[in-house]
Nanobody
Framework: VQLVESGGGLVQPGGSLRLSCAAS????????MGWHRQAPGKERELVAR???????NVADSVKGRFTISRDNAKNTVYLQMNSLKPEDTAVYYC?????????WGQGTQVIVSS
């Protein structure tokens, strides 16, 4: 299973970015799919994920600013990030739970700085 991420970059505080993650597996085999992030010197943490039924988990620190969605036809999950803050700076990792195993992408860097 491959997860291909895109959409990271440098943005000013208050700006927006959209991350994409395309899976090589069909969504029908995916239990959940989403994003974690890891900032320098910190542990990896859940940002948001979406389950097969469409329900989501979103971290309190990004609620109201980040939205996770998916396109079943493209086996792709999106993370729309608005009102970005410097503390959102991190490497964002796409991941998916498929048939009892969790797969991870390579990560994409997001830097929020003026």
């Amino acid at each position: 299973v491959q997860l291909v991420e895109s959409g990271g970059g440098l943005v000013q505080p208050g700006g927006s970015l959209r991350l994409s993650c395309a899976a090589s597996a069909s969504f029908f085999s995916i239990n959940d799919m989403g994003w974690h992030r890891q900032a320098p010197g910190k542990e990896r943490e859940l940002v948001a994920r979406i389950f097969t039924a469409g329900n989501t988990n979103v971290a309190d620190s990004v609620k109201g600013r980040f939205t996770i969605s998916r396109d079943n036809a493209k086996n792709t999950v999106y993370l729309q990030m608005n009102s970005l803050k410097p503390e959102d700076t991190a490497v964002y990792y796409c991941n998916a739970a498929i048939l009892g195993a969790r797969y991870w992408g390579q990560g994409t860097q997001v830097i929020v700085s003026s």
